[in-house]
């Protein structure tokens, strides 16, 4: 296991070398994942989103000037583009309106899971209680990578599970 | 189902974030023991993450693969390209501060100095009185006079901006030291320079004011007017 710091490893992947960006990658990537996961909602868009925002980190490495705040840094990335990407892809939802609400009339709603009711979830709800749940439940750790307050981590959180419990007994099919 | 009491649900979230304290914690038991409603609203809110932990277990299992394919593909990416200027925050805004100071600076510069192209008016419009009214060699004289001010001027120029193309430079190279101190290395090389600009004003000043001098002990009071109103014309305020 490398134990060069943050800063090290920032300093010399800006010199090119990959290997150390690689032992960036391997520390951060879950961090960064659920971020790309809790913005989108879906594991493969999250996967794109995460790997683009750690290539991202590595070509504009030079421009950390603290290598310590690597993990926030790439973060702020990889949230950014996954926002920019929902947005993308809700203007493709809503030119494709017309033909989704014709399907709805026509058929059953469909059966809805935790993921699916998960995945609908807006997305500032979603990426506190991505983060929470799938990384420790620890909403002091949740508030430092969002960087918000414990008690905002706490309404979101409340907001959120209230929200999907609607979702899924609506349904009618709690998991 | 039934339902649970309205006031009941934000304190049932709370209980289950684990954001109550015991006394709080021990109500709300007591509560839903009574109420079949919140009870099962309770009931559904720890299901529900039970499952939430679960699909994030699930998710997490593919996390080392999804690395080795974020690493493979950062082979096939060109390493950081290293810059001269780092383009971030705190250095931005320090530059747009210098930008605006230097660009006031030259300015006031500008507005207070003889400008090379209404100096150069002014050679013409001295060349032009001298040829009608004083004798050939004191005119070359005067003209050599203005030539040498008009080559020192420029070599003067010339000097400041290189100058402050070295210290810019220099002062990149000294980003790594944190935006702190890189600020204050700006501010004090751009009051350097504010400096220089003002001493270049003042001695621009002095030759015309010595040229004048000059033309009237060589030429009389006649030739002086002329040339106090190509002076004027020279150091109006630019449109």
């Known amino acids: 296991m490398d134990e060069r710091s943050d800063n090290e490893l920032v300093i010399a992947s800006c010199q090119g070398d990959r290997t150390a960006y690689a032992v960036l990658v391997r520390r951060h990537y879950n961090q960064t994942f659920l971020i790309c996961l809790g913005v989108l909602g879906h594991v493969h868009d999250a996967e794109d989103a995460a790997q683009d925002a750690m290539i991202k980190g590595f070509q504009q490495i030079c421009q950390l000037r603290t290598g310590s705040r690597y993990g926030a840094w790439v973060g702020a990335i990889a949230r950014n583009l996954s926002v920019n990407l929902l947005r993308k892809r809700k203007m493709t939802e809503r030119a494709l309106g017309a033909e989704e609400s014709s399907r709805r009339h026509e058929g059953r709603p469909p059966r809805d899971d935790v993921r699916q009711a998960v995945a609908r979830l807006p997305w500032d709800l979603r990426l506190p209680l991505v983060m929470y749940y799938f990384d420790g439940q620890n909403v002091k750790t949740v508030a430092e990578k969002l960087e918000i307050s414990t008690s905002g981590v706490y309404q979101k959180l409340k907001a959120a599970i209230k929200e999907l419990h609607e979702m899924l007994t609506t349904q009618g099919d709690m998991p | ?239």
Not at chain 2, 47 to 72: C, H, N, Y
Request: aromatic fraction near 4%; include cysteine.
């Open chain 2, 1 to 239: 189902m039934n339902e649970p009491c309205p006031n009941m649900q934000d304190r049932i979230a709370d209980y289950v974030l684990g954001a109550l304290d015991a006394g709080e914690a021990q109500a709300l038991q007591e509560h839903v023991r009574e109420c079949t409603g919140c009870r099962q609203y309770l009931q559904g809110l720890q299901e529900q993450s039970e499952s939430l932990v679960e699909l994030g277990r699930e998710v997490d299992t593919g996390m080392t693969a999804r690395q080795d394919r974020v690493i493979e593909a950062l082979e096939s990416v060109a390493p950081a390209a290293r810059r001269t200027f780092p383009s971030f925050g705190g250095f931005i805004k320090t530059a747009v501060a210098a930008v605006l100071l230097l660009g006031a600076g030259i300015t006031i510069g500008r507005w207070t100095a003889p400008r090379p192209v209404d100096v150069t008016r002014l050679r013409a419009d001295l060349e032009t009185s001298l040829a009608a009214s004083i004798r050939p060699a004191a005119q070359k004289d005067v003209l050599a006079q203005v030539d040498q001010r008009l080559q020192a001027e420029a070599q003067q120029r010339a000097e400041l901006a290189r100058q402050t193309y070295q210290d810019l430079h220099a002062l990149a190279e000294q980003s790594a030291a944190g935006t702190a101190s890189l600020e204050r290395l700006m501010n004090g090389k751009f009051a350097e320079l504010v400096e220089i600009i003002e001493a270049g004003r003042k001695t621009d000043r002095g030759h015309v004011e010595r040229a004048l001098q000059e033309m009237r002990t060589q030429t009389g009071l006649g030739l002086q007017a002329v040339a106090l109103r190509a002076s004027h014309a020279a150091t109006r305020v630019p449109d």
